[in-house]
Nanobody
Framework: QAQLVESGGGLVQAGGSLRLSCVAS????????MGWFRQAPGQERELVAAANWDGGATSYGDSVEGRFTISKDRRKNTVFLQMNSLKPEDTAVYYC??????????????????WGQGTQVTVSS
């Protein structure tokens, strides 16, 4: 059964860094388009970063451009989100998502069919 499991969240001071990991189980799942989303309390779930099937093309939300990096290790079926220069407004639950059957950048939340359980990131000021 296809499954995504995130890890790496936690509490960090403003200006610090965290690296989130998302391990994909299920044959070839990580070879699809994948993305990282986040949802803060009372807010819509928003796309943070997206990668195409091999990680060679990426796209970022305006608020994280230049600070976050999405990458893939296809041998390990893992997608990463490196988060640098963290700000208190980055505080949210972060979700990994896959878009089975899609191979380019997928910008819309509705096109992702498999989701992880989420990992909390809290940035203190």
């Amino acid at each position: 059964q296809a499954q995504l499991v995130e890890s790496g969240g936690g509490l960090v001071q403003a200006g610090g860094s965290l690296r989130l990991s998302c391990v994909a189980s299920g044959r070839g799942l990580s070879d699809n388009a994948m993305g990282w989303f986040r949802q803060a309390p009372g807010q819509e779930r928003e796309l943070v970063a997206a990668a195409n099937w091999d990680g060679g093309a990426t796209s970022y939300g305006d608020s994280v451009e230049g600070r976050f990096t999405i990458s893939k290790d296809r041998r390990k079926n893992t997608v990463f989100l490196q988060m640098n220069s963290l700000k208190p407004e980055d505080t949210a639950v972060y979700y990994c998502a896959a878009a089975p059957g899609r191979y380019g950048i997928v910008p819309l939340r509705r096109d992702y069919g498999i989701w992880g359980q989420g990992t909390q990131v809290t940035v203190s000021s």
